[in-house]
């Protein structure tokens, strides 16, 4: 039992833990105990907490708590949010990554950095960053101002801080592959007579759409879960400007315990699903996956 | 098409990985590019692809300029070293791109394209292997396939990039073979690239010989190997014996002694001579000779290969002789050579 559970979480297939080299039983089973009682204890036991509070008071409080027009109004924005930054990333994410891998350039390295900024930094500090430049003190803020443009504590300022944290996961997914695979395939295309379009659309996006799926994936599951840049640039103004995870912290704080786990069940969800797709996509396709990552 | 190489020159960077290149490559020709490592042949192939844009020169594709046209308006085939085959496409898709992804001005019906793709598999020998992706070839079917995809779109010229550079001796000397026939059967223009000179000898009409980024000698396979034309080509095609001799009276000495040979009309002075192993006479007695003493012999199939110490010089020579001929190590042996060239530094 405890064998079939954790050979596909180490990574491989049970051939794996049968091809067991030297280690003895005791080392083995106490390995395989450790983890399983530390995934139990920080993801497991949580995820049951964040259910079970959630449905304390049976489904119907459940959906009321989701019904509410303020929490409704933060899943819309949610979803408006990620429907914007996430295909803008998947944009940005091949674009950079062609660039990176396929072109020789001067500043090739300080760009590749470039696209780590937003990991590396704290996402208070980016949400900041959007603050300065179009805070009411700034530099573009009195201009956008006297436009009617409002950035800052609106749906633009939200998109734009989602953007820029979310912006390494396609990137960071497709540099690496598209390196690998080098720029032959593309040049032989381009040699039989195809445009460049057709030589992205035929060539290289078939060969990188595993990886553009999982950065996809990764990308939109952090657009919809990122609570610290968002925090800084939303204002939290109710029913307008307050995301799902700005909306779990509101209701949280106001002791609507239904609400605040209603609202993180969902985001719970949305992180379980993303597991599941990208379990059921490597399961599925590995083959397909392995082969188009050799070569 | 004929295809002229003028002038060329290529740079990466400051380093010219091409210099004055001048090349004239004749219609239905097949032609090789060989020389050693980082020579730069593949540059030249991947220029008149157009992949690569000459620092100055010219490339006419009969008599148009070719050199402002891009690698697609050129209408070439070139075959990679690694096949670089589309791995998500089957064997024919990959056949039948170069024609799909014409502009439906130019694009064959559905069904012609389908034909072609499969009259082509047919020719390369890959019958039945149509619906396979290139994950479930051996490497010689998929060098068989990125032929037939070069050759779907009847290109000018073929240019082949090393084309059996990955795979082993016995799938090399078979597609040798195999890429004559094809190519007296449909005629293509093509240009390949190796540095294996038996397959260069064996296989093209003409050799070209580079070396650092220049041509050495063009010619063909006879030409080069019986009269190359500078030391390089003589150290680099075959093997081959080098000795410093001295030009006195027109007659050759090494040290003290006289070879003889006699070279009428060379200047006097210091000089390399080069000859091949199988290219001497033995000789009984020593009246004007090469003398020296077996230190090795071993025998390969027909013909025996012995090293010898020359007297009066430090360089061993190595030569053949007929396989009955007793060469135990310490004999002494006269010879002459019967074919041979000078050159000097
Ligand atoms: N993209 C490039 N950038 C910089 N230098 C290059 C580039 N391509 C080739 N060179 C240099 O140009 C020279 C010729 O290279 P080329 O690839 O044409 O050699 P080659 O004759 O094909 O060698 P090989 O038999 O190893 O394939 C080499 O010294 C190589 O380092
Ligand atoms: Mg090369």
Redesign the pocket.
Known sequence: MAHDAVAPAAGGTSEMVRSATSESRLARYGLIALSLAFVGLFLVLPLAIVFTEALRKGPGAFFEAIADPETWAAIRLTLLVAAIAVPLNLVFGIAAAWAIAKFEFKGKAFLTTLIDLPFSVSPVISGLVFVLLFGSHSLLGPWLGSHGIKVLFAVPGIVLATVFVTFPFVARELIPLMQEQGTSDEEAALSLGASGWQTFWYVTLPNIKWGLLYGVLLCNARAMGEFGAVSVVSGHIRGMTNTMPLQVEILYNEYNFIGAFAVATLLALLALVTLVIKSLLEFKFSAQIAAARKH | MEVRVQDIRKD??R?P?LDKVSLDIRSGELIALL?P???????LLRLIAGLESPTDGTIFFGDDDASKKTVQQRNIGFVFQHYALFRHMTVIDNVAFGLKVRPSSRRPAAADIRKRAEDLIELVQLGGLEKRYPAQLSGGQRQRVALARAMAVEPNVLLLD?PFGALDAQVRKELRRWLREIHDRTGHTTVF?T?DQDEALELADRVVVMSKGRIEQVGTPDEIYDTPNSPFVFGFIGQSNTLPVRVENGQLWLEDRSIGLSAPGEPEGPAELYFRPHDIDLLDGCGGCLAGVVTLSRRVAGTRHVELDIAGSTRRIEIELPSDVAATPGTRIAFRPNRWRLFRS
């Open positions: 990466f960077g380093f990985a020389g490592s980082g020579s730069g042949k593949t540059t090393e690239v540095h």
